[in-house]
């Protein structure tokens, strides 16, 4: 190698870092322990690789530029085009043909991890079309973002052993690439300023040769020696360590141990692990089953030194116009996410897979019951919201292992604990959720109200199958109580929408908190995030597919007239007819999405249509007996993902706009794969094997649908003032503390004092019955709090009705 043109780099700190295109064409990871390296593509190239852990990104992108050393300059994302394909059925290893738009050269790699240590590798070989060899200067260019920051890297050129590398360390974590040919030439930078992209697209070639970059938006570039590799593939080593020593080490250990033994290992891996899976598919002409490559790409988001944890998705959001503010991307775990990852493999057979998620989620409980909004893979969180729905969900994952005979009643039992702990939290903090599935609204919200009532009739059924039947006949109480309620809480009828649609009513995404406290919805309120700060709306007019939850759950039939007119509402407002199938928003006026420009959310944007809803209504349709259209629906989630098989968050569902990358009816700018679209695909195929929808609660089915079982209690409690009631009900009077109520039905000329009775689960009550009492009386009560022994200090009224 020449002599460097200066010791250090110059353009401290470089330009603000930012993520790669959150579009993934492939995700893949060796199943070896041995091996804790994930890796994406896109365009062609290497983007995140992700090191020590799958919620760690190390790496931002790495792939090759070409020039002549005259006037041509190319680079492989920006300037071929690419073809794809798996090295295997359901095997996450990657063969990329990237051919010059200009017709002057291809170039041909595979990429997988080293099976025996934490390397990844890139077999490739580069042939010129127009020229030769000689004409051609190749080389690697990698952008390092060790631990899930661009900001604060340090690059460096040096050599392991005599062998040429390029070197990056931030904190505790280094990373070592280093190539079978050895390096011609070598050079780090800053980005934007300095770094080697920036040299050869001016001069066409390495002129800039500088030996460090310290504390930056780093970039390192070594130049391949093509006299030396001739026309025969060249194999280039990232290897990963706790210091530049131990990743030297491994990316000199992988190049000599060589690629065609790794790539065996790697795909009979995977092999093996696919031979576990029973593919439920449901291919027609013409188009692709995604079931093994949904299989491969959950099990990539698995860590596999946090035995259950699957991460959301191995890319940032819009992560080309995001910078080390937004620290998590989806490289996260939310429990709900999880849940329905476990449903996922579950139905596909991966029994051990969706066991290990329930250990997990029993890990990461919180002390009192409730699962964060989502956290780390350690547990720590990452965002502090708290949506009923996660703590739902695990108790429906328990139900649903043991309905499926995934575990037994004694395994089950092992669960327990956790199932009363959730039970608790839920039964005092509900109905109302602080935040919806959307993560953005509180209130009382039909997805959510549809999952915690699943979660407490099954929670019941646990906790009586322990010999407390007290508590059980408790939850089955309040689970009654809450789904009688369901109308009133989050139903309208009347409105200008239901008027336009010739429809008597529809339930509403969400109700503010205090719709829970009187009997009308129709004027209330609601905050729409994502759009201007002074974005609201009346809460009728916000219609989402969420209310087919209810269907979803178990709790009302597909064919209840308010739910078929619902359905016409979703239809109207929220369905997308693109070329390749139907496709539905979360909401009217959401704004998580691109501008109408095509320019990225920026915390305002334009909600686009989510595939993962697509498959949410052919379960719809499927519990409505509508099979064809529930098969047609399937294909059509298969049609929205890309050439690797990727489904995404979002699809584009406007005009094309080539420059930004942006086509009618194929993947948006936000996360690429999302591990819960892939997950409902897989439950899809099974729901329409089995001609049933998988994931439903047999108990909700019983107890509305069959026994059509009604609550005669209502509530207060200090998270719902109950202003009215009718005389027909009991009223029930919760506190999360032992009390006695002191009430009076005629102003406290006379008064009564009633003890609570303990539920054993956090809540105690007292039980008024109302029959004998007159219509339009007024019940006056207050608390004496027995345990501190005072007075609430306030009386509190409710009106009785006829």
Not at 195 to 200: F, H, L, P, R
Request: glycine share 8%; aromatic share 12%.
């Amino acid at each position: 190698m020449e002599d460097f043109t200066a010791n250090y780099a110059p353009g401290w700190p470089g330009s603000g870092p930012r993520w790669n295109s959150s579009a993934k064409s492939s995700v893949g990871v060796c199943l070896c322990p041995l091996s804790q390296v994930w890796f994406t593509t896109s365009h062609g190239i290497l983007n995140e690789v992700y090191y020590p852990r799958v919620d760690y990104a190390c790496i931002r992108d790495m792939g090759l530029l070409v020039s002549d050393g005259k006037d041509f300059f190319s680079e492989e994302k920006r300037h071929t085009n690419t073809q794809m394909e798996y090295l295997g059925d359901g095997v996450p290893a990657v063969h990329f043909t990237n051919v010059c738009k200009e017709n002057r050269y291809r170039i041909d790699k595979e990429i997988i991890t080293d099976p025996n240590r934490d390397t990844l590798l890139q077999q490739i070989t580069f042939t010129p079309l127009e020229g030769t060899l000689k004409d051609y200067h190749l080389y690697a260019l990698m952008a390092p973002h060790i631990l899930n920051a661009g900001a604060g890297n340090t690059a460096w050129c040096g050599e392991y052993k005599g062998l040429p590398m390029l070197f990056a360390e931030r904190e505790n974590t280094a990373v070592a690439m280093a190539c079978s040919v050895p390096f011609k030439a070598l050079s780090v930078g800053f980005v934007g300023v300095s770094d080697s992209w920036q040299d050869i697209l001016r001069n066409k070639q390495m002129t800039w040769r500088y030996r460090r970059a310290d504390n930056g938006n780093v970039a390192v570039c070594g130049e391949i020696d093509l006299e030396e590799t001739g026309d025969r593939p060249f194999l280039i080593a990232i290897g990963f360590g706790m210091n530049a020593d131990e990743a030297g080490q491994r990316a000199l250990a992988s190049i000599m141990d060589g690629f065609e033994g790794s790539r065996q290992s790697f795909i009979e891996g995977w092999t093996n692990w696919q031979k576990n899976i029973h593919e439920y598919s449901y291919p027609r002409k013409g188009t692709k089953s995604l079931f093994r490559i949904s299989a491969a790409a959950i099990q990539t988001h698995h860590a596999q030194q946090f035995p259950g944890g699957y991460i959301a998705s191995l890319s940032v959001p819009w992560g080309f116009s995001k910078g080390d503010d937004d620290l998590g991307g989806y490289h996260l775990i939310w429990p709900r996410d999880l849940v329905e990852v476990a449903g996922g493999l579950l139905a596909a057979g991966a029994t051990r897979a969706a066991i290990s998620v329930l250990h997990y989620l029993r890990l990461a409980q919180e002390p009192d019951g409730h699962w964060l909004q989502n956290m780390w893979l350690d547990g720590s969180p990452y965002w502090g919201g708290v949506q009923l729905d996660e703590t739902a969900f695990p108790v429906l994952l328990v139900n649903m292992l043991y309905r499926h005979k995934a575990i037994d009643k004694n395994k089950m039992m092992e669960f327990l604990p956790m199932v009363r702990k959730a039970v608790r939290f839920l039964l005092k903090s509900g109905p109302c959720s602080q935040q919806d599935r959307w993560e953005e609204n509180a209130g009382y919200s039909p997805f959510t109200l549809a999952a915690v009532i699943s979660a407490l009739l099954a929670a019941a059924d646990i906790v009586e199958m322990s010999g407390d039947k007290k508590a059980a006949q408790y939850i089955r109480e309040t689970a009654d109580t809450w789904n009688d309620n369901i109308e009133t809480w989050t139903y309208v009828s009347d409105t200008e929408l239901s008027k336009q649609l010739n429809i008597k009513g529809y339930y509403v995404r969400i109700a503010p908190p205090n719709v829970g406290e009187s009997a009308t919805l129709n004027d209330d309120v609601i905050l729409i995030k994502n759009l201007a700060s002074d974005a609201r709306t009346i809460s009728a007019r916000i219609i989402s597919p969420d209310a087919l939850a209810l269907v979803r759950f178990g709790l009302r039939s597909a064919k209840d007239p308010r739910i078929l007119d619902t359905v016409k509402a979703i239809d109207n407002l929220l369905k997308v007819e693109t070329p390749y199938g139907d496709c539905w928003h979360r909401y009217n006026h959401d704004g998580y999405g691109e501008h109408e420009d095509g320019s990225p959310f920026d915390g305002t944007g334009i909600g686009r249509a989510w595939p993962l809803l697509t498959g949410e209504r052919a379960h719809y349709e499927l519990a409505a007996g509508n099979i064809n259209r529930a098969e047609d629906l399937l294909v059509t989630m298969g049609n929205f993902s890309d050439e690797g098989g990727m489904i995404p968050e979002q699809i584009w569902d406007a005009k094309d706009i080539p420059l930004r990358e942006l086509f009618f009816g194929k993947p948006a700018g936000s996360a690429m794969p999302l591990v819960w679209a892939h997950s409902e695909y897989m439950k899809l195929c099974r729901s329409l094997h089995d001609k049933t929808v998988f994931d439903m609660p047999l108990q909700t089915q019983e107890r509305y649908l069959k026994q059509k079982i009604s609550s005669p209690y209502d509530f207060w409690r200090f998270g719902r003032k109950l202003a009215t009631i009718s005389k027909k009900k009991k009223l029930r009077i919760e506190a999360p503390v032992p009390f006695s109520l002191h009430w009076s039905f005629d102003n406290w000329t006379t008064a009564k004092d009633s003890l609570s009775e303990d539920t054993g689960l956090g809540i105690y009550h007292v039980d008024l019955p109302l029959s004998r009492r007159k219509a339009d009386s007024t019940l006056i009560f207050t608390f004496f709090w027995t345990e501190s022994r005072n007075w609430e200090g306030k009386n509190f009224e409710i009106k009785v009705t006829a």
